[in-house]
């Protein structure tokens, strides 16, 4: 599991290190192979280790491509995914339509999702947490989450 928010940077090529803990867990996980695509929802990249990617790819391609909101869906998760490794430093290129969708620049933030990690740029994620904080849970949190006991 990914778990907690690490402030990061990325180098002038555009290369991110991936911290250590979860580096160690990618290694474990798919010898340091990872897919990072877009998320649909939000200005942000998704990073998958190789295993969870390909159970993923397989959901994702068995939706009713004729529905139009499905294939649109569809171009952007598997059009933009892309196979990276881990190099000797534990680090990995992010191409550049990646980093240009989720506007990355110098600094980031990675972001623990349980089976992914989600890649921020840094003032995006501060302006995200800032909007999260400044609702009215009580007022907008979906039934579900009611559910929880936390």
């Known amino acids: 599991m ?22 160690e867990l990618l290694s474990v996980l798919s010898d340091g192979q990872v897919v990072v695509t877009v998320d649909t929802q939000s200005p942000c990249l998704a990073l998958y280790a190789l295993p ?18 499905i294939k649109r ?5 598997l059009g933009y995914a892309s196979d990276l490794q881990l190099d000797g430093n ?5 191409p550049p339509a990646l980093r240009e ?7 980031a933030v990675l972001v623990g999702q349980g089976n ?8 995006l994620w501060l302006k995200e947490c800032e ?8 007022g907008e949190l979906p ?8």
């Open 101 to 107: 969708y989720a506007q990355l620049e110098k600094r």
């Open 2 to 23: 990914f778990r907690g928010v690490q402030h990061i940077n990325l180098d002038a090529k555009g290369r991110m290190a991936v911290p250590a803990r979860q580096r």
């Open 116 to 123: 992914k990690l989600e890649l921020w740029s840094e003032a």
């Open 73 to 77: 869906f569809q171009r952007l998760v």
């Open 131 to 138: 909007a999260a904080l400044a609702t009215d849970p009580a």
């Open 52 to 69: 969870e990617w390909e159970r993923i790819e397989r959901d994702v391609q068995a939706l009713p491509a004729l529905n139009p909101a």
């Open 90 to 94: 534990g680090r990995v290129l992010l």
């Open 143 to 150: 039934a579900e989450l009611m559910q929880l006991n936390l």
